[in-house]
Nanobody, 124 residues
Framework: VQLQASGGGLVQAGGSLRLSCATS????????MAWFRRGPGKGREFVAG????????YYADSVKGRFTISRDNSKNAIYLQMNSLSPEDTANYYC??????????????????WGEGTLVTVSS
């Protein structure tokens, strides 16, 4: 099982980036997936989650209204569109698959599989 995140980079404050996470090894079409991030000197935090169908999205308060999570089960991928970026969004971003198809918790312990991070750096 592999989760490969991509799309990170350096962007100025106010700019946008789109992260992608491609999965391989098995299909996760029946499982919620999420993005987490770890900023400099900070712990890993939940950013956004999406239901198995893509019909429901969940966001941390810090990104609500600026970030949009989506998924394409035909491509075994999820995405994170990030707009109005600020230096506080600088972090390594990780995609993850939830351990079970059920429940409304979005903590690190609720995730089963993790991808390697993709670094997002927002300059002021």
């Amino acid at each position: 099982v592999q989760l490969q995140a991509s799309g990170g980079g350096l962007v100025q404050a106010g700019g946008s980036l789109r992260l992608s996470c491609a999965t391989s090894g098995r299909t996760f079409a029946s499982y919620p997936m999420a993005w987490f991030r770890r900023g400099p000197g900070k712990g890993r935090e939940f950013v956004a989650g999406v239901s198995w169908s893509g019909g429901n999205q969940y966001y941390a308060d810090s990104v609500k209204g600026r970030f949009t999570i989506s998924r394409d089960n035909s491509k075994n991928a999820i995405y994170l569109q990030m707009n109005s970026l600020s230096p506080e969004d600088t972090a390594n971003y990780y995609c993850a698959v939830k351990r079970t198809p059920y429940g409304s918790r979005w903590t690190s312990d609720d995730m089963e599989y993790w991808g390697e991070g993709t670094l997002v750096t927002v300059s002021s």
